[in-house]
C-alpha cells in the first residue's frame, strides 16, 4: 500500500453490548486481571461470539474506508490483561495492588516467579484477522515497561530485570505475531507517558529488546490515558523525544484533545507517526474539514510520506455509532489533504 496519509485505528473498537457489559466495563478503571464478569456469553459460546463481533469490527473498518485494519481488539476485556495474565511466574488466583496512572489502587497480576511466555497469545486473532480482510492488517500488544508497571512484584529484587524478562515474552510474540501474517505490530506503552523518570531509566532498553531481531514494521502508542477515564490532558508529553534513537518504526501519539503543539514532532524525524487527529473526550463526530486542519498542523514538522492518519487512542468506549461516523470522517479527511498535497 502506497497511498499517502493512510488511516488506521490505533487498536480498539467499541464491543457489542450484547457480548460484554458495556457500562459495567465504562464504570471502572481498565481491569489488569482478568475480569470474565462482563462477558454476557457463556464461556462455552464465547469464543464464537467474540469471533462474530470481530467481524463486526473488520467490516465497520472496512465500510469506513480504513486502509490498515485491526481486529478491534474484541477478545480482550482490556488493551493489557490477556497477554499479561497468560504469562509464567503470574499468579491468577492471588492478585497484587499497584496504583494506575491516575494514582488510585487497582487490583493487578501478582509476579511470583520469573515472567515468561509458555505460549503464543494472539497469533489465532492475527490468522483469523488475515483471513478476513484483503488490506494490510495491525495488531497489538502491551509494552513490557507498562505490564511491569501494572504488577506487583513479589520476586525480583531489581525491576528493570523484571522488565526485561517482559520484554523477552514481548519479543517472542511480536515474532509469532509476524509469522501468523500481521504486516504491522503496535506495542501500547502508555505508562511511559505516566512514569517518565521510570521509563528513561531501563523502559527504552526493554522496548528495544522487545524488538530485538524483529523483522517487520512495529509501533509504539504512548498516550494520556483513554479520553472516558482520564479527563485532564497535559500541554505535552513527558516522554516523546526519546524515541528518535529506538528501533521502532512508528510513533503513535496524540494531538486532538491535548491540542498538541506538533513542533515536538520534529524532535521525532526519520520515524513514522500515526497522527491522532480524533478527539475521543467529544461525543459529536468531527467535521472532514475539521480533521484535515488538525493533520494540517502537524505537516511543517514530519513528511506527509510518513504520516498515518488515525485516533488519539482506542475507541473502545465509544458509542458505536459515533466510533462510525469519527472513522467516516477520518478517512474523508485525510482525502482532503492528500487530494491538496498530489495536486488533485
Known amino acids: ?37 462482563l462477558w454476557r456469553v457463556a464461556p462455552e459460546h464465547l469464543e464464537q461470539a467474540q469471533q462474530d463481533a470481530t467481524l463486526i469490527a473488520i467490516r465497520d473498518q472496512e465500510r469506513a474506508g480504513l486502509d490498515i485494519i485491526t481486529d478491534g481488539e474484541v477478545r480482550r476485556e482490556s488493551y493489557s490483561n ?13 492478585h497484587g495492588t499497584a496504583l494506575d496512572r491516575s494514582g488510585h489502587p487497582n487490583p493487578v497480576p501478582r509476579v511470583f516467579g520469573r515472567i515468561s511466555r509458555r505460549h503464543a497469545v ?15 492488517i495491525k495488531i497489538t500488544v502491551p509494552g513490557p515497561f507498562t505490564m511491569a508497571q501494572q504488577a506487583q512484584n513479589d520476586f525480583y529484587k531489581d525491576e528493570a530485570e523484571m522488565v526485561m524478562d517482559y520484554a523477552a515474552a514481548v519479543n517472542a510474540e511480536i515474532k509469532d505475531l509476524f509469522a501468523a501474517g500481521a504486516d504491522i505490530v503496535q506495542v501500547d506503552e502508555p505508562y511511559m507517558q505516566a512514569r517518565p523518570e521510570k521509563a528513561r531509566k531501563y523502559g527504552l532498553a526493554a522496548l528495544d529488546a522487545a524488538l530485538e531481531g524483529v523483522e517487520g514494521k512495529t509501533a509504539v502508542h504512548i498516550c494520556f490515558g483513554y479520553a472516558a477515564i482520564i479527563h485532564e490532558r497535559p500541554e505535552g508529553y513527558s516522554f516523546l523525544p526519546e524515541f528518535c534513537n529506538c528501533r521502532v518504526n512508528q510513533i503513535s501519539i496524540e494531538t486532538a484533545q491535548s491540542k498538541l503543539d506538533t513542533k515536538v ?15 475521543l473526550s467529544d461525543m459529536t463526530v468531527e467535521t472532514p474539514e475539521t480533521v484535515a486542519a488538525r493533520i494540517r498542523r502537524a505537516l511543517p514538522y514530519v513528511d506527509a510520506e510518513k504520516v498515518i492518519v488515525a485516533p488519539d487512542c482506542g475507541m473502545k468506549y465509544l458509542p458505536r455509532d459515533v466510533a462510525f461516523g469519527k472513522m467516516r470522517a477520518m478517512v474523508e479527511g485525510a482525502a482532503i489533504v492528500r487530494r491538496e498535497i498530489e495536486g488533485g
Not at 82 to 94: H, K, P, S
Not at 122 to 129: G, H, K, P, S, Y
Not at 265 to 279: P, S
Request: net charge positive; aromatic share 6%.
Open 265 to 279: 514532532l520534529g524532535t521525532l524525524r526519520g520515524k513514522e507517526i500515526i497522527l491522532g487527529v480524533i478527539d
Open 122 to 136: 494472539e497469533a489465532e486473532d492475527v490468522r483469523f484477522l488475515r483471513a478476513n480482510t484483503d488490506r494490510r
Open 82 to 94: 490477556r497477554f499479561a495474565t497468560a504469562l509464567d511466574g503470574v499468579d491468577l488466583d492471588n
Open 1 to 37: 500500500m502506497n497511498r499517502l496519509l493512510p488511516t488506521s485505528l490505533v487498536g480498539s473498537y467499541p464491543q457489542p453490548e450484547w457480548l460484554i457489559d458495556r457500562q459495567r466495563l465504562a464504570g471502572r478503571f481498565p481491569p489488569r486481571v482478568r475480569a470474565k464478569e
